[in-house]
T-cell receptor, first 111, second 115 residues
Framework: SQKIEQNSEALNIQEGKTATLTCNYTNYSPAYLQWYRQDPGRGPVFLLLIRENEKEKRKERLKVTFDTTLKQSLFHITASQPADSATYLC??????????FGTGTRLTVIP | GAVVSQHPSWVICKSGTSVKIECRSLDFQATTMFWYRQFPKQSLMLMAT?????????EQGVEKDKFLINHASLTLSTLTVTSAHPEDSSFYICSGGTSGKGEQYFGPGTRLTVT
């Protein structure tokens, strides 16, 4: 079965710096990959989707890369703010459009 | 747009009773709805996928007779946890998707505590 790992359970960075989160997967070749934000006690909120034929996707301060050879996606938040503190989840899309989530990285931006 | 609601937001029930959780897409038609379970400090685990008017497809290890899913309309799906046990205590989250699009819109979740 597919395995999705986000290699940092927690990441602390200083306000204004760029946060980089990693998602690695095995035993699967997803057509696309998504990133979500989840705040405590809340459902995830969709952030970005990137297709297998796209190398990079941007949305405001967010940037996602997708390397199908390395089976890895990187998620960047530039000029980070304390309000960006949350858990970020990557998800692979299955054949029935169902999602398989990674373990999540809890990001804390320190003022 | 793309708002999904869940009701109730939290529920406490006694062991052996059944609990129903509703999931509604408020401003779009969800051809497919998904149910997830999330234990503390863990990621979301997909339980089942349901298409409107069809039987749900359950993930391996999820008992379909225990977790009854009904997707009677394009805006409503329900999950009934039957004969609940303390180990069923968890955060249950639904999401809705539209055909052809990969992104899903998640509800706020329902915290179930079985005593």
């Amino acid at each position: 079965s597919q395995k999705i790992e986000q290699n940092s359970e927690a990441l602390n960075i200083q306000e204004g710096k760029t946060a980089t989160l990693t998602c690695n997967y095995t035993n699967y070749s997803p057509a696309y990959l998504q990133w979500y934000r989840q705040d405590p006690g809340r459902g995830p909120v969709f952030l970005l989707l990137i297709r297998e034929n796209e190398k990079e996707k941007r949305k405001e301060r967010l940037k996602v890369t997708f390397d199908t050879t390395l089976k890895q996606s990187l998620f960047h938040i530039t000029a980070s703010q304390p309000a960006d503190s949350a858990t970020y989840l990557c998800a692979l899309v299955g054949g029935a459009n169902n999602l398989f989530f990674g373990t999540g990285t809890r990001l804390t931006v320190i003022p | 747009g793309a708002v999904v609601s869940q009701h109730p937001s939290w529920v406490i029930c006694k062991s052996g009773t059944s609990v129903k959780i509703e999931c509604r897409s408020l401003d779009f038609q969800a051809t497919t709805m998904f149910w997830y379970r999330q234990f503390p400090k863990q990621s979301l685990m997909l339980m089942a996928t349901s298409n409107e008017g069809s039987k749900a497809t359950y993930e391996q290890g999820v008992e379909k007779d225990k977790f009854l899913i009904n997707h009677a309309s394009l805006t409503l799906s329900t999950l009934t946890v039957t004969s609940a046990h303390p180990e069923d205590s968890s955060f249950y989250i639904c999401s809705g998707g539209t055909s052809g699009k990969g992104e899903q819109y998640f509800g706020p979740g329902t915290r179930l505590t079985v005593t």
